[in-house]
C-alpha cells in the first residue's frame, strides 16, 4: 500500500524543489545568519523574519519564502509560494495539503523540517504543524515532529550495522531515518494511518524505502524477529484514555512499557537489541526499580533501566497539558468523552468541546491528577530502556538513576556498557583477570580540620566522560583502584592488599570481587588491553 502524500512524480518535483531553494541545513543559517539561527532555537523568530522580509531583508527569494512559511509558520504571497515551490504545481501542493489557504496568502498546513542525523546529513520530515506554530488544540491523531524525546532516543540508539531494524510507532519517520544509515533492511509501524503517511513521505523524499505497516505496537510484526527494534511509544501514563495518538496507548498507567520489555524475547532475534522511551510510575510503599525490573521476569533478556528524569505529577500533567493545547485548569475545562464533531472550530480536537451545562468544574487536570491520587503515584519516572536477547542462563537486569549529563552519543555508552557486561559474563574467574583503571579517572577528597591535621571523611571517584558516573568509596577500595594499572591480577592484588590491611585473604576476597565487578560494569575499572570498555 501507498501512503506518500505526493505520488513518485510529485516527492520527485518537491525535492527538486527544496534542493533547488537551498533548503538544507547550510543553507539555511547562510540565509538567515549566525545570530538568527541561534535565537530560532530558543524559539525567538525576530532576526529570522528581518533577515527574510522582502521590505527589509535581502529580498523574497525562493529560500526566503520556504523559511518563513514552513519554519517560521507565517502566511506567503500566492505567487511567492508558487515560484518556491517549482516544479511542484501549486495545485498539487494544495491537494497533498503541504500548504493552505489562509486569507489572500498560504501557509504551511505541515512541518517541512531539516534534520541533521548522526551522520550528519540532511533530512527532509515532514509531520504536523505544532500548537507553538498553530495555537489551539492539537487533533487527536497529530503527527509529532522533531521533539526532544525523538532526539534522545536517536542519541541512545546503539548504531552498530545490521541487517534488520523496526521502527514501533514510527510516527514522522524520523527514528527510521536514522535506522536506514545502519540497518539493510528497516520496518516501521504506526497505529495511525495519518503517521504513517508522513513516514511514507519522509521516506520518499530522501530516497529511502521503508516497509510501512500499519497496526497497534507488535500487532503487525507479531511472529517476526529482528536485530534492532527501538520505539518511542505513546508512552504518556495516566487513566488510560486515549486521547492523542502521539502520547496515549490507551493502556492504564505505565502498562504499554510494561507489554514494551515483555514483548522483547519474542522480536528479537538471538543477540538482538530493543531499545525504547518509557515513563514509569513512582507508587508509594514501592522501589520504583523493583517495579521495572519486574517488566522483564522471566523473558531471558539483559536489561538496562536508565532513569533521566523525575516528575511531581502536578508538572507532569501540566507538561502535557500544555503539549496538546488543552485547558490546564478547572476554570477552562474540557469534556474528554464528547466525540470531535463538524461543527467544531478548525483545528480544534477531542479535547477542544465547549464547557457542558454543567461547567464540569473538575477539568482534565483535576481528574488526572485525581487518578493518580486514587494509584499513590508520587512522581513520575522518564528515561531509556534498553533490552538484549543475549541467551544467558541468568541475565543481567539493573535499574539505576542516571540523571547528570553524559558524554554523547549515548547509544555508544550503552553499546560499551553491554561489552562490558559480556566480557564479566565470559570471564570464568574475575579474580584471574588483570584490571585497569579506566582513562581520565578522578578522585575527589573531602577532609576535616581535627586541630592537628587533615581528616580525609568522603573518598570519590569519578569519570571524567563515558558515563560520568561518581561513587564513594572506601580506603580498601581506593588502593585496590590504585592498585590496577595491568601488571598484577586481582587475585595478585587482593593478597596485597589483605597483607597491607591486616586481613584474611579469604574474607578481602569475597568483599573486593563483586566490589571489583562493579567497578568493571560501571567502567571505572576495565579489563586489561580491552579499552575503551
Known sequence: MSYALLDPDGVARLREALTTAGYTSIGIAERIGPAAVAAVRRNDLRALLRATDPATGDGADRLATLIRLFIAGRTEPVA??????????LSDAVQANLVEPDGDGLRAAVDLDVYTGHTGTDWWVLSDVDANTRPGRLRPDHVLGIGNAAITLADATIR?????????????????????????????TDVSTRALRFAATTAALNGMSWELLAGDLVAPVRGRRFDLVVSNPPFVVGPGRARYTYRDSGRAGDGVCAELAAAAPDLLAEGGTMQFLANWLHVAGM???????????????????????????????????????????????????QPAGADEPAGASVLSAPRSPAGDPRGARLEWLEWFDQNKVEAVGFGVVTIRRSGRDQPVVRAEELRHSVEAP????????????????????????????????????????DGEDWAVQRQVLRLADGLRWAE??????????????????????????????????????????????????????LPHARAPY
Open 80 to 89: 511567492a509560494v508558487a515560484a518556491a515551490l517549482e516544479p511542484l504545481p
Open 160 to 188: 552498530d550495522p545490521v541487517a534488520t531494524a523496526l521502527d514501533l510507532g514510527t510516527g514522522c519517520g524520523v527514528q527510521a531515518l536514522q535506522l536506514s544509515t545502519h540497518a539493510a533492511a528497516v520496518t516501521a
Open 287 to 337: 522501589d520504583w526499580r523493583e517495579r521495572v525490573a519486574g517488566w522483564v521476569e522471566g523473558t531471558g533478556c539483559d536489561a538496562w533501566f536508565v532513569q533521566r528524569e523525575v516528575s511531581d505529577p502536578v508538572e507532569y500533567v501540566d507538561l502535557w497539558l500544555r503539549d496538546a493545547g488543552e485547558p490546564a485548569t478547572a476554570h477552562e475545562p474540557a469534556n474528554l468523552d
Open 410 to 449: 549515548m547509544g555508544q555508552r550503552i553499546a560499551e556498557w553491554l561489552a562490558r557486561q559480556d566480557w564479566l559474563a565470559g570471564t570464568q574467574s574475575l579474580t584471574d583477570a588483570r584490571l585497569v583503571r579506566a582513562p581520565g579517572l578522578q578522585l575527589t577528597q573531602e577532609a576535616e580540620h
Open 472 to 525: 564513594e568509596v572506601d580506603p580498601v577500595t581506593l588502593a585496590l583502584v590504585t592498585g590496577a594499572d595491568g601488571s598484577a591480577t586481582l587475585r595478585d592484588q587482593i593478597e596485597v592488599l589483605a597483607a597491607a590491611f591486616d586481613t584474611p585473604v579469604a574474607t578481602l576476597a569475597a568483599m573486593l570481587t563483586p566490589v571489583a565487578a562493579h567497578l568493571v560494569e560501571r567502567g571505572f575499572l
